[in-house]
T-cell receptor
Framework: NAGVTQTPKFQVLKTGQSMTLQCAQD?????MSWYRQDPGMGLRLIHY???????DQGEVPNGYNVSRSTTEDFPLRLLSAAPSQTSVYFC????????????????FGPGTRLTVL | AQTVTQSQPEMSVQEAETVTLSCTYD???????LFWYKQPPSRQMILVIR??????QNATENRFSVNFQKAAKSFSLKISDSQLGDTAMYFC??????????FGKGTRLSVIA
């Protein structure tokens, strides 16, 4: 298993540009989420999904869009990048409670470092 | 809403010594999970240890152990025989059921030779 993969690892954008951060997992996890990490702030939840076709907002959703058309993929879209979105982005996944499996262990991707100029 | 507080932004410890990282949390729930994650310079998030709130026994994983005080809502991490490879950011996190993790702001630990 590749686990949770994220692409790209690094990205530089100009203000106003749009882009999509990719996240994929091959563990058949229902639950996926996106966090951003900023110095001194820990990790904050952007959006999450409990299964294909279902998404919900987290603590800091503004400026980001998500969709979940398949179990494996959970892309994060920046609609019009702003310098305040300069951060490290992490995707995570786990089983859902409905699966009856271990739900309390989340698996993290390696992160994407995004710089918006 | 749940909150997690790590009151020590930075700590240092001599190699082979013991260090304790503090974490407190706020919740009205009775059943939940608590975690410590390690983030080395590689940026990878690594699960160090986890504790189920319904278990009274403190979790241990080799040199890592926790002191879980449910009534006080405290969840500290003790690292024994500190090694240079323990140098990292450490995050305390809370989770209720199958909901997103709530993280503290982290403690940067430096192990000094």
């Amino acid at each position: 298993n590749a686990g949770v993969t994220q692409t790209p690892k690094f990205q530089v954008l100009k203000t106003g540009q749009s882009m999509t951060l990719q996240c994929a997992q091959d563990m058949n996890h229902e639950y996926m989420s996106w966090y951003r990490q900023d110095p001194g702030m820990g990790l904050r939840l952007i959006h999450y999904s409990v299964g294909a076709g279902i998404t919900d907002q987290g603590e800091v959703p503004n400026g980001y869009n998500v969709s979940r058309s398949t179990t494996e993929d959970f892309p994060l879209r920046l609609l019009s990048a702003a310098p305040s979105q300069t951060s490290v982005y992490f995707c995570a996944s786990s089983y859902s409670r409905a699966s009856g499996r271990d739900t309390d262990t989340q698996y993290f991707g390696p992160g994407t470092r995004l710089t918006v100029l | 809403a749940q909150t997690v507080t790590q009151s020590q932004p930075e700590m240092s410890v001599q190699e082979a010594e013991t260090v304790t990282l503090s974490c407190t949390y706020d919740t009205s729930e009775n059943n939940y999970y608590l975690f410590w994650y390690k983030q080395p310079p590689s940026r990878q998030m690594i699960l160090v240890i986890r504790q189920e709130a319904y278990k009274q026994q403190n979790a241990t994983e080799n040199r890592f152990s926790v002191n879980f005080q449910k009534a006080a809502k405290s969840f500290s991490l003790k690292i024994s025989d500190s090694q240079l490879g323990d140098t990292a950011m450490y995050f305390c996190a809370f989770m209720r059921g199958n909901t997103p993790l709530v993280f503290g702001k982290g403690t940067r630990l430096s192990v000094i030779a």
